[in-house]
Nanobody, 122 residues
């Protein structure tokens, strides 16, 4: 059984920072690419970032570039999403997912978990 658990969300003021965690259970993340997605109210699901199996290839949505950083700590079996200079439009439920490569980690996958709510508001 594969399971990823998202945590770290909550309420933060505009301009603030937050770090989300994606922890694996039942498998090791060492051999998987990991992506962060989000679903904002009234908007389509969006891939925020993806990190390759090796960690050498990373991509970000245009909306996240320069503000978000994805990283992986295989020793802790965890992937992180550091979010800085948060904006109200970053408000969303954030999800992580694992697959063989970032090419296969797309928004049309159907196995979303619970996610973690991020609310950016004064």
């Amino acid at each position: 059984q594969l399971h990823l658990g998202e945590s770290g969300g909550g309420l933060v003021q505009p301009g603030g920072s937050m770090r989300l965690s994606c922890a694996a259970s039942g498998f090791t993340l060492d051999y998987y690419a990991i992506a962060w997605f989000r679903r904002a109210p009234g908007k389509e699901r969006e891939r925020v970032s993806c990190i390759s199996v090796s960690g050498l290839m990373i991509d970000y949505a245009d909306s996240a570039k320069g503000r978000f950083t994805i990283s992986r700590d295989n020793a802790k079996n965890t992937v992180y999403l550091q979010m800085n200079n948060l904006k109200p439009e970053d408000t969303a439920v954030y999800y992580c997912a694992a697959d063989s490569s970032c090419a296969t980690l797309q928004v049309d996958r159907g196995d979303w978990g619970q996610g973690t709510q991020v609310t950016v508001s004064s």
